[in-house]
T-cell receptor, first 114, second 111 residues
Framework: DAKTTQPNSMESNEEEPVHLPCNHS???????IHWYRQLPSQGPEYVIHGLTSNVNNRMASLAIAEDRKSSTLILHRATLRDAAVYYC???????????????FGTGTRLTIIP | NAGVTQTPKFRILKIGQSMTLQCTQDMNHNYMYWYRQDPGMGLKLIYY???????DKGEVPNGYNVSRSTTEDFPLRLELAAPSQTSVYFCASSMTGNEQFFGPGTRLTVL
């Protein structure tokens, strides 16, 4: 399976943008890049996903490098509620029974400083 | 919509006991998943299903069984509980596999 590498932890000030990096140098052409986050004592929550082009939604933006070997999740204006563990995950866009999985690493623990 | 619901929220088992963790979703999703999360770790996939009557093993299936007789329900069965199965269990569902919706989790302790 293609793997991802993320920093263990990051800090950011409240109301400032946050850029969470993810390296995936062995990504294949059919891998989608997914981001989930997990708030304390809760189940993971979907944030965003993309394949090649940058993506935006109400929660965040996903910037994907041209060679797709890295990506960055951007929180435009961090709030205290954004403090969570953020997971960058690869999933094959052409699932074949036996490839239906999201492999969660240990993620990046984001701390927001008031 | 209630989304994904899991019962019970907490449970303590003795070694060798069995139990079923219940998971129900009301979003008519085809895909359903069971994950476990050990302290300080990411989630690991136990079993998944792409539709009623179809299930397959994930990364850590040993000691568990599943069934999917309806679209809504995906119970996880532990037959002979062991201390290594102490964990938080999350159920998730998805229409396409891309955006997964997770339940609140079941915290299981095996003593």
């Amino acid at each position: 399976d293609a793997k991802t590498t993320q920093p263990n932890s990051m800090e950011s000030n409240e109301e400032e943008p946050v850029h969470l990096p993810c390296n995936h140098s062995t990504i294949s052409g059919t891998d989608y890049i997914h981001w989930y986050r997990q708030l304390p004592s809760q189940g993971p929550e979907y944030v965003i996903h993309g394949l090649t082009s940058n993506v935006n939604n109400r929660m965040a933006s996903l910037a994907i490098a041209e060679d797709r070997k890295s990506s960055t999740l951007i929180l435009h204006r961090a709030t205290l509620r954004d403090a969570a563990v953020y997971y960058c995950i690869l999933r094959d866009v052409i699932p074949n029974f036996g490839n239906e999985k999201l492999t969660f690493g240990t993620g990046t623990r984001l701390t927001i400083i008031p | 919509n209630a989304g994904v619901t899991q019962t019970p929220k907490f449970r303590i088992l003795k070694i060798g006991q069995s139990m079923t963790l219940q998971c129900t979703q009301d979003m008519n999703h085809n895909y359903m998943y069971w994950y476990r999360q050990d302290p300080g770790m990411g989630l690991k996939l136990i079993y998944y299903s792409v539709g009623a009557g179809i299930t397959d093993k994930g990364e850590v299936p040993n000691g568990y069984n599943v069934s999917r007789s309806t679209t809504e329900d995906f119970p996880l069965r532990l037959e002979l509980a062991a201390p290594s199965q102490t964990s938080v269990y999350f159920c998730a569902s998805s229409m396409t596999g891309n955006e997964q919706f997770f339940g609140p989790g079941t915290r299981l302790t095996v003593l």
